[in-house]
């Protein structure tokens, strides 16, 4: 099993910035995927990012487009905690986040949440326009 806690959520005004973190415990993989993923009410889970690591190399990262550019996801080198930061945020980007996470590496259940075994219990993000 793995836990994962999220933290770092709040209130921040647009264009302002916010680092969200993911910290893992439990089993460990060799090769793993972290991904973020975002909800509001009445909607369906949005992927943001996910990046995928054997060991601490990282093998691949990628964004949705709507905040390609803005956030980045990335890990405290030998540490288990994954990061968000976002940039630039805007109003839009207003939602419930939570981090996954799954073993090994497949890019064609990269975006969906389906291809996540676990998952944190979310942090909200709230930005005033």
């Known amino acids: 099993q793995v836990q994962l806690v999220e933290s770092g959520g709040g209130l921040v005004q647009a264009g302002g910035s916010l680092r969200l973190s993911c910290s893992a415990s439990g089993h460990t993989f060799n090769t793993y995927t972290i991904a973020w993923f975002r909800q509001t009410l009445g909607k369906e889970r949005e992927f943001v990012a996910a990046?995928?690591?054997?060991?601490?190399?990282?093998?691949?990262?990628h964004y949705s487009d709507s905040v390609k550019g803005r956030f980045t996801i990335s890990k405290d080198g030998p540490g288990n905690t994954v990061y968000l930061q976002m940039n630039s945020l805007k109003a839009e980007d207003t939602a419930v986040y939570y981090c996954?996470?799954?073993?090994?590496?497949?890019?064609?259940?990269?975006?969906?949440?389906?291809?996540?075994?676990?998952w944190g219990q979310g942090t909200q993000v709230t930005v005033s326009s």
């Open positions: 990046r995928s690591w054997s060991g601490d190399n990282s093998l691949y990262v």
């Open positions: 996954a996470a799954r073993g090994g590496f497949d890019s064609s259940q990269l975006t969906a949440a389906s291809g996540y075994n676990y």
